[in-house]
């Protein structure tokens, strides 16, 4: 069993950790809804934004470059939006020849290349933290709370609690592919292109089969234990003074970060 | 514990990670998924009640697993599952949704892949876009062949990937992210070989199915699934589909021809045309930014169309129902 695979949470016993989910997740999403607000080129905005991050990171106890690194996922993305170094208008910075095209990257092209990178890598980051201090099952218990409908929500955590063990039904059907397709040193294995995509679409469909199957097998299961369509859960989250106090504490710094990068 | 990797060339890119989208756009892609998820919701809630959570849970850890088995294509690249095509046609539409919605959060909340306040959009792009014409081509093969079936539902998971390339591009010019004489060629022609794959392991995963378990896929189960009406709301994505994407990518650009009125920009921009030169039809020789707007203007109110045709299809469903049972 993999279960640790899915679950990003680093165990620990910080203020951060103990913080109510809700707090943590509206505090993610508001700070993640400053970085869009914050404009183009204010450095200021972003320097604020990365050291609230960075202490929050001391404060829960993780290594300092714990999110910075974690947070190069969102770089090949970054492709997307190159393009804006070249098409919004301002200062010429260069002229580059590629063969018989002419780019000119502009200063405030940059500028918002930069921003829309310095905001993305930024919001990763937060969700990091999230992830990485709270335990999954105590996230959706804070999605129920922030009034999700709750098919989603149920659904989630349902899938969460499934998730390990389909990724290992998938693991074994992938390494009896691999099992039965002998291969030479630096030679393709099975046949035509055709022929491989049928098989991952006989596996995909195996696995749907397998999935539905255990999927009912579970539900009967329980049924059998009194299962009524509601689910308990023995931690009863309650907002404690130390909770409003940080969720006022944060909202305060965000709202200085807005006021500072408009200066 | 391989997740299926952002970088693989041929995985699909449409997981737009937060500071890519505007505030507005944002929004207003929150504002129609709520409206689906939620209609999605309600109608699932009604047809399974307490069995629906573990249901659903599971399937979505399905699609979630799915997106691992690959095939290798070449050059140490492979093809993976985006999914959305294939929920929509075993599941029907609304589930598909959900359950779609489902990964996609756990995507974004497990594995920050794809950002949180932008998942509104990729909500919209990878999961209701792809179940709406998934569905929707599937469903007008009803009553078909066995071998017609197949190649509607590889095209429609074809269709379902290169409709959130296009939507995916579009946000992202709205938001000012990227020009879209760039991003969308460079967008639609990725996922146009990406769909290939997708198309193939849908196909091959439902001619399994179709073997194994007939019960799952036959006419009663789809057309019980959702009414005719569902044809029409595939075939206007479709449309959409096909006519928005060349029309928006068309040569010269109108986005260009704006930016050149303007006086501030020089040969730069044209490249990728060169180097995609054929990206252009013929019949549309003059576009202008008047047309593009007006077809990403359309693309949203296809979607809102779509959910006054949900309230249409509530009705139809139930007596396709009764034709299905007779």
């Known amino acids: 069993m993999q279960t640790s695979a899915f679950d990003r949470y680093q165990a620990g016993d910080s203020a951060i950790h103990r913080l109510d989910p809700r707090v943590k997740v509206i505090i993610t999403v508001l700070f993640v809804l400053s970085n869009v607000l914050i404009p183009d080129g204010a450095w200021l ?47 010429a910075l260069a002229s580059i020849h590629i063969g018989p095209w002419t780019l000119t990257p502009t200063d405030a092209g940059l500028i918002r290349f930069i921003s829309i990178l310095v905001r993305s890598l930024l919001s990763v980051q937060m969700a990091i933290l999230l992830t990485a201090t709270t335990p999954f099952p105590d996230l959706i218990h804070a999605l129920r709370h922030l009034r999700l409908p709750q098919p989603l929500v149920a659904t989630l955590s349902f899938m969460y ?6 990724s290992d039904e998938t693991t074994r059907l992938l390494r009896a592919r691999r099992a039965r ?72 710094v965000l709202a200085a970060i807005q006021i500072l990068s408009r200066l | 514990m391989v997740i299926a990797s952002a970088f693989s060339p041929l995985t699909p890119q449409l997981h737009i990670p ?15 998924t709520i409206a689906f998820v939620s209609i999605a919701a309600r109608r699932l809630q009604h047809d399974f009640d307490e069995r629906l959570a573990p249901l659903m849970g599971i ?29 929509t046609i075993i599941l029907g539409p609304w589930a598909a949704i959900l359950v779609m919605t489902a990964v996609i959060g756990a995507q974004a909340i497990l594995f920050q892949d794809g950002g949180l306040l932008v998942m509104g959009a990729n909500i919209f792009n ?33 269709l379902s990937v290169m409709a ?15 020009t879209l004489n760039i991003v969308m060629p460079a967008m639609l022609g990725v996922h146009a070989l990406i769909g290939v794959g997708e198309a193939l392991i849908t196909a091959g995963a439902l001619a399994f199915i179709m073997q194994t378990r007939p019960d799952l896929l036959s006419d009663a189960e789809v057309t019980q699934r959702g009414g005719r009406a569902w044809i029409v709301v595939g075939a206007v994505i479709t449309l959409a589909v096909i006519l928005l994407a060349p029309l928006a990518s068309a040569n010269p650009d109108g986005l260009e021809r704006v930016a050149e009125d303007y006086g ?31 077809g990403a203007i359309g693309a949203v109110v296809v979607a809102g169309l779509v959910i006054l045709l949900a309230q249409f299809l509530r009705k139809s469903a139930s007596s396709d129902q009764q034709l299905a049972t007779d």
């Open chain 2, 264 to 294: 501030f920009i020089n040969a730069g921009l044209d490249s990728p045309y060169q180097i995609l030169p054929d990206y252009t039809i013929p019949l549309l020789g003059e576009t202008s930014l008047s047309t593009i707007i007006a």
């Open chain 2, 59 to 87: 399937l979505a850890a399905f699609i979630f697993a799915a997106q691992m088995i690959n095939f290798p294509v070449a050059g140490g690249t492979s093809g993976h599952l985006l999914g959305g095509a294939l929920a």
């Open chain 2, 18 to 32: 937060d500071g890519f989208l505007s505030t507005a756009v944002t929004l207003v892609f929150w504002l129609i």
């Open chain 2, 164 to 178: 959130g390339a296009l939507s995916t591009s579009l946000q992202l010019w709205l938001s000012g992210t990227s």
């Open chain 1, 45 to 91: 905005g972003f320097v604020l934004a990365l050291t609230m991050i960075l202490i929050i990171t001391n404060w829960a106890g993780l290594a300092w470059d714990f999110v910075l690194k974690r947070s190069l996922i969102v770089l090949p993305f970054a492709l997307a939006a190159v393009t804006v170094i070249f098409a919004v208008p301002g200062v």
């Open chain 1, 181 to 252: 397709s002998a291969q030479q040193p630096g030679m393709h294995s099975g046949g035509p292109l055709l022929w491989r995509a049928r098989v991952a679409g006989n596996m995909v469909g195996q696995l749907f089969l397998r999935s539905l199957e255990r999927g009912d097998r579970v539900y009967k299961a329980m049924l059998a234990r009194g299962y009524t369509g509601h689910l308990y859960t023995l931690n009863p989250h309650v907002m404690q003074r130390h909770d409003w106090l940080m969720a006022a504490l944060a909202l305060a």
């Open chain 1, 161 to 166: 609690r499934y998730l390990a063990v389909l």
């Open chain 2, 126 to 158: 990878m999961g209701i876009l792809t179940a709406l014409i998934g569905f929707g081509l599937y469903r007008s093969a009803a009553g078909r062949s066995r071998r017609t079936k197949l190649l509607v539902a590889g095209a429609a998971a074809w």
